[in-house]
C-alpha cells in the first residue's frame, strides 16, 4: 500500500539471538522509534555557493527501545551484562524491641530464605539514635554481650529488655537470578521485530505493520533507580549493523518494513 499513515501506538517488540534463538518478548513499551539517517557531504568549487558535487557520507541509522519495567534479559541485550540462575545471598537490616523473649530476625521467613548464620551484627540504639554494638557471647549474655538461636532469635542481658536494637545480617535463597556487569562487558547483535497495528484513515480499515532490524546491537541507559512513587524507564540505543544476507533476509536489507491492510 502507499497510502500515508499515521504512526501511533506500540505493538509489542521482541529479539532472536543471531543463531535464531527467541530471546526476549514485551508488551509493556512505551515507545520504538527507528530513524534512518542519511547524509551528503558538498564539494564545492569555484565562484558558485552552490554544491556542484554530493558524496554519500556513512550511514547513521539508529533504533530507540524506552521500556518502564526493568528486565535482567534487558541488561544482557542493552549492557551486555552476565545473567546467573542460583543461589542469592540478600543484605538487610531491622530494628525492633528486644523483649525478655528475645528478637526473632523478621526477613528469613517473610521472604522464604534462610539465615546466613553467623552474619549478624546486633546493635542497642539510644533514643538520641547512637548505636552500641554488642559482642557475641560464648555463653550466657552481658548487657554488652548478645546470644543467637539457629533460627535468627536474639536475647541478651535482662538490663537491655525493652530496648531498640538493630540488627545487619544475611540471608539467602535456593533460587535466584543475578545481573553482573564487568568493565569489559560488551552487547551482543540480535534480531529486532516490532509488530504492531495502524489504522487507515481514509478506510478506517485497520494496517498490519511489522519493523524489523536484522543485525542490532544494544546500547543506551538502562534505569535500576528508584524514585519515590515515580516509575523508572530506560532508554536503550542500539545501534544497526550491516546484516549477512540469510535465508529470511535474500536482500541483505538491514532494516524493513512492511504492510497490509
Do not use: C
Request: no cysteine.
Amino acid at each position: 500500500m502507499a497510502e500515508p499513515l499515521v504512526f501511533d501506538g506500540v505493538g509489542k517488540i521482541w529479539t532472536r539471538e543471531l543463531d535464531g534463538t527467541l530471546k526476549y518478548i514485551d508488551e509493556k513499551i512505551n515507545s520504538v522509534m527507528f530513524a534512518p539517517q542519511f547524509a551528503w557531504e558538498k564539494v564545492f568549487g569555484g565562484e558558485s555557493g552552490y554544491p556542484f558535487h554530493l558524496t554519500a557520507q556513512d550511514l547513521a541509522d539508529t533504533l530507540s527501545i524506552e521500556v518502564p519495567r526493568y528486565s535482567p534479559l534487558l541488561a544482557e541485550l542493552s549492557q551486555g551484562a552476565a545473567t546467573e540462575q542460583r543461589e542469592v545471598t540478600f543484605d538487610e537490616n531491622e530494628e525492633g524491641i528486644l523483649a525478655a523473649s528475645g528478637y526473632k530476625i523478621k526477613a528469613p521467613s517473610k521472604f522464604g530464605g534462610t539465615f546466613v548464620t553467623g552474619s549478624e551484627e546486633v546493635y542497642l540504639k539510644s533514643p538520641e539514635g547512637a548505636l552500641t554494638k554488642l559482642a557475641k557471647a560464648a555463653t550466657t549474655p552481658t548487657a554488652e554481650q548478645y546470644s543467637i538461636t539457629a533460627d535468627g532469635t536474639i536475647t541478651s542481658d535482662s538490663t537491655n529488655e525493652n530496648k531498640n536494637i538493630i540488627v545487619v545480617f544475611k540471608w539467602k535463597k535456593d533460587k535466584g537470578t543475578i545481573n553482573g556487569f564487568t568493565g569489559t562487558r560488551k552487547p551482543k547483535p540480535f534480531k529486532f521485530v516490532h509488530r504492531f497495528e495502524l489504522i487507515n484513515d481514509r478506510t478506517g480499515n485497520p494496517v498490519q505493520v511489522q519493523l524489523t532490524v536484522y543485525k542490532a546491537i544494544g546500547g543506551g541507559t538502562l534505569n535500576v533507580g528508584a524514585t519515590r512513587k515515580t516509575p523508572s524507564t530506560s532508554t536503550l540505543a542500539l545501534e544497526v549493523l550491516e546484516p549477512d544476507i540469510t535465508a529470511d533476509n535474500p536482500n541483505g536489507y538491514a532494516a524493513e518494513i512492511i504492510f497490509s491492510e
